[in-house]
């Protein structure tokens, strides 16, 4: 069992470049998130899905787009980077809302 | 506006001690709190969570205790181990709405 499988890794960008991150997770839960993780200040929702074909904004969604077409696939997508975009990207899925969520091990994102 | 107020930013104890980190929430609405334990390079991994129904929650050597009068709650971690040192996260959560600390650096040492 994979759990959730983020790609790439790492990723430097240049300002004004677009690009996707992907997240894959194989324990058939409905619910996905992405979020961004910032030195001292804790994780903030960009996006979630509770199932394919239905998205919806959280706390920071602004310069991100996602999309969800299939139970397993939730990817993030920057189509003009900035600078503030800068930062760790992890991807979660859960059971249902409320439940525990299960994390991939991020993307490491700079954009220069 | 931070609505999980999380302290200390770090912590220093001597193996066998008890950490406690403390977690104050704004929002009477959440109805979902989980501490979550992040090693460096990796995602955060779910530690315990409990509901406002409860006051305590025990599993192994980490308790989460409960105050929803005050509006905090906080994780004590019993008999300390240099391998408990990482970055241990409160949340606060209603339907997908999920918000977190800023995070606690907690070593350990031998």
């Known amino acids: 069992n994979a759990g959730v499988t983020q790609t790439p890794k790492f990723r430097i960008l240049k300002i004004g470049q677009s690009m996707t991150l992907q997240c894959a997770q194989d324990?058939?839960?409905?619910?996905m998130y992405w979020y961004r993780q910032d030195p001292g200040m804790g994780l903030k929702l960009i996006y979630y899905s509770v199932g394919a074909g239905i998205t919806d904004k959280g706390e920071v969604p602004n310069g991100y787009n996602v999309s969800r077409s299939t139970t397993e696939d939730f990817p993030l997508r920057l189509e003009l980077a900035a600078p503030s975009q800068t930062s760790v990207y992890f991807c979660?899925?859960?059971?249902?809302?409320?439940?525990?969520?299960?994390f991939g091990d991020g993307t490491r994102l700079s954009i220069l | 506006q931070q609505q999980v107020k999380q302290s200390p930013q770090s912590l220093i104890v001597q193996k066998g001690g008890i950490p406690i980190i403390n977690c104050a929430y704004e929002?009477?609405?959440?109805?979902?709190f989980p501490w979550y334990q992040q090693f460096p390079g990796k995602g955060p991994a779910l530690l315990i969570a409990?509901?406002?129904?409860?006051s305590e929650k025990k599993e192994g050597r980490f308790t989460i205790s409960f105050n929803k009068s005050a509006k905090q709650f906080s994780l004590h971690i019993m008999d300390s181990q240099p391998g408990d040192s990482a970055t241990y996260f409160c949340a606060a959560s209603r339907n997908n709405d999920m918000r977190f600390g800023a995070g606690t650096r907690l070593t350990v040492k031998p």
């Open positions: 409990i509901r406002p129904d409860v």
């Open positions: 929002n009477t609405a959440f109805d979902y």
């Open positions: 324990m058939n839960h409905n619910y």
């Open positions: 979660a899925s859960s059971y249902s809302d409320n439940q525990p969520q299960h």
